[in-house]
């Protein structure tokens, strides 16, 4: 069992940064795959990026350059550092959490989601 919490997310402009934070729970966290995943209103919710327990990533499309995918195992933290945000990343983000999902697929955990908003 694995507990998710999400901080950081808020109000940034356009071409601003804005990291977010997962706190994890779980005795096994440095063998977990990690992620984030995003969904607007609207909208069905999409992997944005995630970090295998080896440090490998992977990270959509239209968010490569952008956003950056870490996770520190001592604390048992993952972040997302979003640099350059556009509106269109306008969306609430959760924290994903697997045993044995790929970079590609979620686990079955999740948090409850922080709001990003992208605007003037």
């Known amino acids: 069992q694995v507990q998710l919490v999400e901080s950081g997310g808020g109000l940034v402009q356009p071409g601003g940064s804005l990291r977010l934070s997962c706190a994890a729970s779980g005795s096994i966290f440095s063998l977990y795959t990690m992620g984030w995943y995003r969904q607007a209103p609207g909208k069905q919710r999409e992997l944005v990026t995630a970090?295998?327990?080896?440090?490998?990533?992977n990270y959509a499309d239209s968010v490569k350059g952008r956003f950056t995918i870490s996770r520190d195992n001592a604390k048992k933290m993952v972040y997302l550092q979003i640099n350059s945000a556009k509106p269109e990343d306008t969306a609430v983000y959760y924290c994903?959490?697997?045993?044995?999902?790929?970079?590609?697929?979620?686990?079955?955990?999740w948090g409850q989601g922080t709001q990003v908003t992208v605007s003037l």
């Open positions: 970090i295998g327990a080896g440090g490998s990533t």
């Open positions: 994903n959490a697997g045993r044995y999902n790929s970079l590609f697929s979620p686990g079955d955990y």
